[in-house]
């Protein structure tokens, strides 16, 4: 590894990176490559110093010298007068640093300094409502680039190079898409937003949407441009009102400048978007029948091929992407390639957003560079596990993805490493779970949602997961018999290999990857009738450790069902002939004193008088079974 | 101005940088309050007619409000930013009218942080 003398910190926060942070960068490596110092100092891109009013700023270290309000111009005398004669630039040098004494910077805390926001780089900063604005931070700048300085074919060039793969959830590579539609002869090509975002827990593509509608239509006059489309629709939820409302303004606005209708920017380029709203069924998010919905009918998959590039809407060649893949285009084309890849691993470069959600401190949207470990999203980024309770499982991708459990939480974010674990990375949802999720209901829940959604065109997705559902409704009802993992796994390999859409092929995951790393949890409902979560209400029993019991009365106050009884300094008990094992008293109780044993032990509880010695010697040799 | 060149485009876009800028003599304090579906559920609207009402009050002219998207911590929802000039903003998090009250005369007013209400100072990274 080369050593440096010293280090050059280029400011990346957004208000450093508004104020030409990217240009300043590019200058300080060119010249110190020009000197000949580019192995003695190292130039790095960096979190937010805290100077965002001076920015653009950079950090030399060891000598703690802060620029600020630099342009490119200066760094040829910051070069020649710090790094080869050894005196700072005086005029250039931060003098106050404005600091805000008790408050930390961004970079202190790991929810913010382990992101980067590319998709999201306008999030909170602009008026949504406002064109201006979204001009004002480089707006239109990659739409003007791409009408005016480049072909379709570099266009393609240049998506196919910085390696971008569609964020929708299949992860396809955005530049072959759009080199195979570019490549097709016809007169008329669409161009097609999908902003279905049918992922329960996701929210990614409606923030986007709601907090920076032009980047998508951008996006989509870039991809139109690349490949000879002229008219364009986004595909909106109707529960999505406020990104409806948004985007059909910024759809106005960029008519009203000349940046949508003909003759854009006085190119000769021309582009209409509409936005159509769809009904909410998850499978209309699938891309054959989303334009069978656009077209008026009902959304129903077809085979492929025809492939949408060749036959898409209304049978012409026809490009459809997601929202994040949208606003990760414009910065693509204005910065290159390379600057793109410059995250990312090989084969997934970038960042990509995520949903985080469940059990977890900090909810809400985060975007990170690929390859980076779940353990830091989950511990660093979203601050862990809150109320003291134990991680249990990751679920990504939701219905099409799986459950990590903790053993595999160094797996690096990429399409190839979350597909070995056998989730995938999917739109984005992110879901933690705890000690108090069960495995098994987690499956049929995400199962519940998709035997309900499947659209019923194949035998094997519409019947095979009603069964599957059926199975694992018996096992979490205490029917569950011998054989029946075995034969969830059987019908989850046949809808995968014989379902025609996405959605049949993933609808299994979530069993199989509950099943592989949880498979203990579907054995004791099924052999021990016993849910250990205390989730399925009919394979479990809840009760007091009267010896732990510090009678505080906690749970004695929260039960709904004046099923616990008490006093002060008398351990408290469950009646279990009332009790509805809504474990309201297990999660409040401090003391770990209450707990949940199987099914069996409730009538061996309900027939026993009082304080009998008896009655706990059996207790405790059911419970010592849990421990 | 309907109908916009390449030139026109770099016109607004300093234009506007300009209009947005904070400077001595012209605006100088900005105030967003984030207002995405998640922060309007939590009640981003009575924030900001607190924040609308005391600026009535105070008769300021230098302040700009703007509202935005998603700030990205749905959990600590409502949020605002408070950017005084020559300082980096400053986030807050779970806020109501009295909190917004309180900001507004001490932050925009004084330029003295709430640092109860604060969680972060600075900008994201967007490289
Ligand atoms: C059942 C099903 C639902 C889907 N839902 C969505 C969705 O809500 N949003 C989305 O962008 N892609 C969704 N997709 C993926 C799309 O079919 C398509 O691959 C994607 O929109 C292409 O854009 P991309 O390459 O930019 O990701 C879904 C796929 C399937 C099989
Ligand atoms: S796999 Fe399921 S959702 Fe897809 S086409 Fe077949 S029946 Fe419809
Ligand atoms: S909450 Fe726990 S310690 Fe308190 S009375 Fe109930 S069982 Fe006993
Ligand atoms: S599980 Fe619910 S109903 Fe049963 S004792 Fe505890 S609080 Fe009461
Ligand atoms: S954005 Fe550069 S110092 Fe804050
Ligand atoms: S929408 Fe408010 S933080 Fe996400």
Not at chain 2, 22 to 44: D, N, P
Not at chain 2, 91 to 110: C, D, G, P, S, T
Request: proline share 5%; charged share 25%; glycine share 10%.
């Amino acid at each position: 590894m080369d050593t440096f003398r010293t280090s050059v910190m280029v400011c990346g926060g957004t208000g450093c990176v508004a104020g030409g942070t990217l240009k300043i960068k590019k200058a300080l490596d060119e010249e110190l490559r020009r000197k000949g110092l580019e192995k003695e100092i190292n130039v790095l891109l960096t979190g937010c110093l805290g100077f965002c009013a001076q920015g653009p700023v950079i950090a030399v270290h060891p000598d703690e010298i802060f620029y600020q309000r630099l342009t490119a111009e200066d760094i040829p005398v910051i070069v020649e007068d710090h790094f080869v004669k050894g005196r700072p630039v005086e005029r250039l040098v931060c003098k106050e640093p404005a600091r805000e004494q008790t408050v930390p910077l961004m970079k202190d805390i790991p929810f913010y300094n382990l992101q980067v926001l590319r998709a999201l780089r306008n999030k909170g900063m602009i008026d949504a409502e406002n064109i201006d604005e979204y001009i004002a931070r480089d707006g239109y700048q990659a739409a003007a680039k791409a009408l005016t300085e480049m072909t379709s074919a570099q266009i393609v060039d240049e998506m196919k190079r910085s390696g971008l793969r569609g964020r929708g959830g299949a992860g396809f590579p955005t530049g072959l898409k759009w080199e195979f539609c570019a490549k097709v002869k016809d007169d008329q090509k669409y161009i097609l937003c999908n902003g279905d975002e049918g992922d329960p827990g996701a929210f990614m593509d409606r923030s986007i949407m709601e907090a920076d509608p032009h980047v998508v239509l951008e996006g989509m006059l870039i991809g139109a441009k690349a490949i000879g489309a002229s008219k364009g629709y986004i595909y909106v939820r109707a529960e999505y009102p406020l990104a409806v409302h948004r985007l059909q303004l910024a759809i106005d606005q960029a008519k009203e400048y000349g940046l949508l209708g003909e003759n854009i920017l006085g190119t000769g380029f021309n582009l209409d978007i509409e936005i159509y709203q769809g009904a909410g069924a998850f499978v209309c998010g699938e891309e054959t029948a989303l334009m069978r919905s656009l077209e008026g009918k009902r959304g129903m998959p077809r085979p492929r091929p025809p492939f949408p590039a060749v036959k898409g809407l209304w049978d012409k060649p026809t490009v459809l992407n997601n929202v994040e893949t949208y606003a990760n285009i414009p910065p693509i084309i204005l910065n290159g390639a390379d600057w793109y890849r410059s995250l990312g691993t090989e084969k997934s470069s970038g960042t990509k957003v995520f949903a985080l959600s469940g059990a977890i401190s900090n909810i809400g949207l985060i975007e990170v560079p690929m390859g980076i470990p779940l353990r830091k999203i989950i511990y660093e980024i979203g601050g862990g596990v809150p109320n003291k309770r134990k991680f249990k499982a990751v679920q990504l991708g939701g219905p099409s993805g799986g459950c990590i459990p903790e053993h595999l939480l160094d797996t690096p974010v990429t399409y190839e490493d979350i597909m070995q674990t056998g989730a995938i990375v999917g739109s984005g949802g992110m879901v933690v779970m705890n000690d108090l999720n069960c495995m098994v209901s987690v499956a049929k829940f995400f199962l519940e949602f998709t035997a309900e959604e499947s659209c019923g065109k194949c035998p094997p997705c519409r019947i095979g997961t009603t069964v599957m559902l059926d199975i694992l409704t018996n096992i979490t009802e205490g029917r569950g018999k011998a054989g029946d993992i075995e034969l969830l796994q059987d019908m989850a390999q046949d809808i995968i290999s014989t379902s025609l859409c996405g959605l049949g092929q993933t609808a299994p995951n979530p069993v199989l990857t509950t099943i592989r790393y949880f498979r203990d949890e579907y054995e004791s409902h099924i052999n021990e009738g016993w849910c250990r979560t205390g989730v399925c209400k009919d394979l479990c029993t809840f009760y007091i450790d009267e010896e732990k019991c510090k009678a505080c009365g906690a749970c004695k106050r929260v039960c709904p069902q004046d099923a616990v009884s008490g006093e002060k300094k008398v351990p408290h008990r469950i009646d279990q002939a009332r009790c509805i094992q809504c474990r309201s008293c297990y999660e409040v109780c401090k003391f770990d004193s209450v707990k949940i044993g199987p099914r069996s032990m409730r009538e061996l509880l309900k027939g026993l008088p009082g304080q009998d010695a008896l009655r706990d010697r059996q207790i405790r040799t059911l419970a010592g079974k849990e421990e | 101005m309907p109908r916009l060149t390449v030139d026109d485009l770099k016109k607004i876009k300093e234009q506007h940088r300009e209009k947005l800028a904070l400077k001595e003599g012209g605006s100088r304090v900005k105030v967003t309050v984030h207002m995405g579906t998640c922060g309007i559920a939590a009640g981003a609207k009575k924030v900001m007619d607190a924040l609308l009402d005391e600026i009535g009050k105070a008769g300021a002219k230098d302040i700009i409000v703007a509202t935005s998207g998603c700030a990205g911590l749905c959990s600590k929802e409502p949020m605002a930013t408070v950017e005084v000039l020559n300082a980096a903003p400053v986030k807050y998090v779970y806020l109501n009218e009295e909190k917004m009250r309180k900001i507004f005369a001490e932050h925009v007013q004084k330029g003295q942080v709430v640092g109860e209400c604060a969680l972060v100072a600075g900008s994201e990274t967007a490289y």
